[in-house]
């Protein structure tokens, strides 16, 4: 079956860190580009970090530049954020979604949400 | 503040015909393709429409795209009740090096 699976949202307290992990079935992974796009409560989407299929390039908003992290591991088709450093702000349903400039995002896993507060 | 702006609300009865707008600039809208997106409540998004006019198969013909200059739209024909969600345009800023949302918009069948 084609799909994202999301893990690794939860609590945490201001200036924790979490890493969020997005598994990969039914497709490709390794040549597939792939994205972080997460949801404040109650407001719009906001795309948050990509990462391209074949060279690897990272790509950051600038809200979470210096603070974030995207990575994947091909041989596990898996995707990875690794955030830092967060910020009540950061609280956010966290979804992955597979695609690129060309595709547009046409797979988003279900979601994990992200809380911080102390 | 996102740099492409949505009308906030959209709204028609079964069967009409609703479209939505998006307003960028040269180095978003301008520059680059435009997707489209409908969040049901509780839900993830779903691609609508890739390459400024293209559906991904599934998706009926009564959602269009277009685009023209700075701007883009998606009309949604014969409006169905199962269309009542958030819409959302997307594309990429080549001057930030950022995908960008837009401001979205919730369209309520009446």
């Known amino acids: 079956e084609v799909q994202l699976l999301e893990s690794g949202g939860g609590l945490v307290q201001p200036g924790g860190y979490l890493r969020l992990s997005c598994a990969a079935s039914g497709f490709t992974f390794s040549s597939s580009a792939m994205s972080w796009v997460r949801q404040a409560p109650g407001k719009g989407l906001e795309w948050v970090s990509a990462i391209s299929g074949s060279t690897g390039n990272t790509y950051y908003a600038d809200s979470v530049k210096g603070r974030f992290s995207i990575s994947r591991d091909n041989s596990m088709n898996t995707l990875y954020l690794q955030m830092n450093s967060l910020r009540a702000e950061d609280t956010a349903v966290y979804f992955c979604?597979?695609?690129?400039?060309?595709?547009?995002?046409?797979?988003w896993g279900q979601g994990t949400l992200v809380t911080v507060s102390s | 503040q996102s740099v492409v702006t949505q009308p906030p609300s959209a709204s028609g009865t079964p069967g009409q015909r609703v479209t939505i707008s998006c307003s960028g600039s040269s180095s978003n809208i301008g520059s680059d393709y435009v997707y489209w997106y409908q969040q049901l409540p509780g839900t993830a998004p779903k691609l609508l429409i890739y390459r400024n006019n293209q559906r991904p198969s599934g998706v009926p013909d009564r959602f269009s795209g277009s685009k023209s200059g700075t701007s883009a739209s998606l009309a949604i024909s014969g409006l169905r009740s199962e269309d009542e969600a958030d819409y959302y345009c997307?594309?990429?800023?080549?001057?930030?090096?950022?995908?960008?949302f837009g401001t979205g918009t919730k369209v309520t069948v009446l």
């Open positions: 979604a597979k695609g690129d400039r060309s595709s547009g995002w046409d797979l």
């Open positions: 997307a594309t990429w800023d080549d001057s930030l090096t950022i995908y960008v």
